[in-house]
């Protein structure tokens, strides 16, 4: 054929055709059956998968939750009003994710990484994945590093190191919270990226929160994830999950982070109200068969990783409430076997004024004493035993039994010890402290003074670590001679 004659019009159709079928692309469209409370079901999307992520024509955005023969149940994370059943839907074709970097420091974001603060959104580097596997054996490492707290009974006697999980756990309006703020506002100048999430809190306690941050300059190193009471349930699930996901950023470049979960209780009863909307069988209290695996996938991400795979760490402080003291109940017994120690608060010691109220007797730190500095090691010992003996003695004392000497030694010194761990909220205390008081209370610097007076006798310390050049790594002597003369006490004198 001629390279000048005319296509035929059959010809031209074949032409037309062909190029049609080389852009030619086919879509999985599904349709909304029905909506509310934070849910919707859909049918026709039959490739659909766990965790896809759902488009819908309106411009909301869901995630599949649950699939049944005929329908998918997806939980909303952005609905828009005009959502309703007959609405189309696509898939997104990739998992969900939350954009990440640096310059999210300093930000309060919600979930899904839009900024909360009324400012511009912050520059997206990357973006980190919500659910991902945890760091295998061969990329950890030991916990060696401390994180100091601030608190003196914490860090002496209940010790945390960089990679650990440590739960906080009590009763409400004992002084959780106030334990993790006091913990984030300890890290200034640390080199430590904290990351705190709010899941489900009323909008009162998230400003008063972000409020206490502010006046005490932590949100310079900090990244707030809230999720409030009135956000869409969906929201509140996927909160501690967008956290972690901002942690494991700074963690994969070799940085130390520190992630609150505020707190996990909230977290469980939403995971339950939504599987119970989405008709998941029931298990124990009502909450599905895989909430411990929902807590466990989330925690087992908080590790210290090796120097082969950058050294970063992430340290995780989970939050959760009990009721009236109870331990033993379904979520506190599964976020116990799952972390590496507990806070415990007791609510007679709060009664007591005993604060913070931590029952060093429920508390336990499975593997911070091996991050401890060996100084501060060497002076809490065997402090943690010792008080425990007296508080079993001053039990005892109350029968009026007529006691030794040597008890009636044991016991004052006990009660003095109990006085010297009492501390203010929004106070945290320089390690350098935590070694000067425990070395003053072994040598005996404070045998002679009252229990009314041990407040008098920390403020002379306080002010003399803000002079001094003294280190943790300087010998026993040092520091002892450093304490005779902050109090006027004489070592020769004292012995």
Not at 251 to 275: C, F, K, N, P, V
């Amino acid at each position: 054929m001629s390279p000048n004659k005319p296509k035929s019009p059959l010809e031209k159709q074949a032409d037309w055709l062909s190029r049609y079928q080389l852009g030619l692309r086919v879509t999985e469209q599904g349709t909304v059956v029905s909506v509310g409370d934070g849910i919707t079901w859909i049918k026709g999307l039959s490739s659909a998968a766990i965790e896809d992520i759902m488009i819908f024509a309106d411009g909301s955005r869901g995630m599949v939750f649950d699939l049944n023969r005929d329908l998918i149940g997806a939980i909303l994370l952005y609905e828009t009003e005009a959502l309703t059943a007959g609405t189309t839907v696509r898939h997104a074709r990739h998992p969900l994710s939350i954009p990440v970097g640096d310059d999210f420091i300093g930000r309060i974001i919600d979930p899904l990484g839009a900024p909360l603060d009324g400012q511009a959104p912050p520059a997206v580097i990357g973006r980190g994945s919500l659910e991902q596997g945890s760091p295998p054996i061969i990329a950890r490492d030991f916990v060696h590093k401390p994180l100091y707290t601030g608190l003196k009974i914490i860090d002496t006697l209940i010790p945390i190191g960089k990679g650990q999980r440590q739960l906080i756990i009590g009763d409400e309006g004992l002084g959780r919270t106030s334990i993790a703020i006091d913990t984030v506002i300890n890290q200034k100048a640390k080199d430590v990226i904290c990351i705190y999430v709010m899941i489900g809190q009323k909008r009162s306690a998230v400003v008063s929160t972000i409020e206490t941050l502010r006046a005490h300059d932590a949100l310079e190193y900090t990244v707030c994830v809230v999720a409030e009471a009135s956000a869409l349930p969906g929201l509140q699930y996927i909160a501690p999950f967008a956290g972690c996901a901002q942690a494991e950023y700074w963690m994969a470049q070799g940085r130390d982070t520190l992630i609150i979960y505020d707190d996990l209780s909230t977290h469980a009863r939403t995971y339950r109200e939504l599987s119970l909307l989405l008709r998941r069988p029931p298990g124990r209290e009502a909450y599905p068969g895989d909430i411990f695996f929902v807590h466990s996938r989330l925690l087992e991400r908080s590790t210290c990783l090796n120097a082969e795979n950058g050294g970063g760490s992430m340290t995780a402080l989970p939050i959760v409430e009990t009721k009236q003291g109870e331990i033993a109940a379904y979520i506190p017994t599964n976020l116990i076997s799952i972390t590496d120690g507990q806070i415990y608060l007791d609510k007679d010691l709060f009664t007591s004024g005993f604060r913070p109220a931590i029952d060093i007797a429920r508390s336990v730190s499975r593997i911070g004493g091996k991050a401890q500095h060996s100084s501060i090691r060497d002076q809490a010992g065997q402090m943690k035993l010792d008080y425990l003996q007296f508080l079993e003695l001053e039990a005892f004392t109350r029968f009026g039994q007529r006691l030794e000497a040597t008890m009636e030694a044991r016991i004052k010194r006990g009660r003095l010890l109990r006085e010297i761990l009492k501390q203010d909220r929004l106070t945290p205390l320089s390690c350098h402290f935590q070694l000067a008081w425990l070395t003053a209370f072994n040598d005996g610097f404070f045998n002679t003074v009252e229990p009314k007076e041990i407040a008098g006798y920390l403020a002379k310390i306080e002010q003399g670590i803000a002079s001094t050049t003294l280190t943790l790594d300087s010998s026993h002597e040092q520091w002892q001679q450093a304490i005779s003369d902050w109090f006027n006490i004489g070592v020769k004198q004292l012995s």
